[in-house]
T-cell receptor, first 111, second 118 residues
Framework: KNQVEQSPQSLIILEGKNCTLQ??????????LRWYKQDTGRGPVSLTI?????NTKSNGRYTATLDADTKQSSLHITASQLSDSASYIC??????????FGAGTTVTVRA | GAVVSQHPSWVICKSGTSVKIECRSL??????MFWYRQFPKQSLMLMAT?????????EQGVEKDKFLINHASLTLSTLTVTSAHPEDSSFYIC??????????????FGPGTRLTVL
């Protein structure tokens, strides 16, 4: 069964600090992995998308990494801002185009 | 570009009534649209996949007679929750895939619709 597990479930960080979110998956055959940011009461917005051959992808202060061998990905947020408070969702696409969603990590940035 | 809108953004209705939610791709034509449901502190759950001009494909456990999906054009899909009950209260999100891409190669999500059934 294709699964995507994210950790931690939630975290609180101070403004300006960095944090790293984890995503482990068992989706096979793998097609791509995406990280989305979802503000409360809003739809998800794409941050990064990585295919099998890509190890890292950046989007501003967000940097995603992918290790396709160990089936792990991380999302690093640098110099966090209050607007980074949101849920971050890891989504893995299988070769048959089915998407598997992680439960998300809720990030709270405090001043 | 690639904006998806939903209407309404929130709706409150009485138990037993029907509610229609619209999903529109504003600046592109969508081959496929998807409907998701999200309960508090949980991830998105795919309800159905809809292709323009054909019947929607529902995920296991989703009642097709309760959640009616119409995808009449390449820019509009509607989800009608029929005879709504309090347990149908949830956050409903649609997404759309532009024409020319793989079926789920790029999904653009709408802002969601909060449904509360009293």
């Amino acid at each position: 069964k294709n699964q995507v597990e994210q950790s931690p479930q939630s975290l609180i960080i101070l403004e300006g600090k960095n944090c790293t979110l984890q995503c482990n998956y068992t989706v096979s055959p793998f097609s791509n992995l995406r990280w989305y940011k979802q503000d409360t009461g809003r739809g998800p917005v794409s941050l990064t998308i990585m295919t099998f051959s890509e190890n890292t992808k950046s989007n501003g202060r967000y940097t995603a990494t992918l290790d396709a061998d160990t089936k792990q990905s991380s999302l690093h947020i640098t110099a966090s801002q209050l607007s980074d408070s949101a849920s971050y969702i890891c989504v893995v696409s299988a070769a048959d185009y089915k998407l598997s969603f992680g439960a998300g990590t809720t990030v709270t940035v405090r001043a | 570009g690639a904006v998806v809108s939903q209407h309404p953004s929130w709706v409150i209705c009485k138990s037993g009534t029907s509610v229609k939610i619209e999903c529109r791709s504003l600046d592109f034509q969508a081959t496929t649209m998807f409907w998701y449901r999200q309960f508090p502190k949980q991830s998105l759950m795919l309800m159905a996949t809809s292709n323009e001009g054909s019947k929607a494909t529902y995920e296991q456990g989703v009642e097709k007679d309760k959640f009616l999906i119409n995808h009449a054009s390449l820019t509009l899909s509607t989800l009608t929750v029929t005879s709504a009950h309090p347990e149908d209260s949830s956050f409903y999100i649609c997404s759309a895939t532009p024409m020319g891409g793989a079926s789920t190669d790029t999904q653009y999500f709408g802002p969601g619709t909060r449904l509360t059934v009293l």
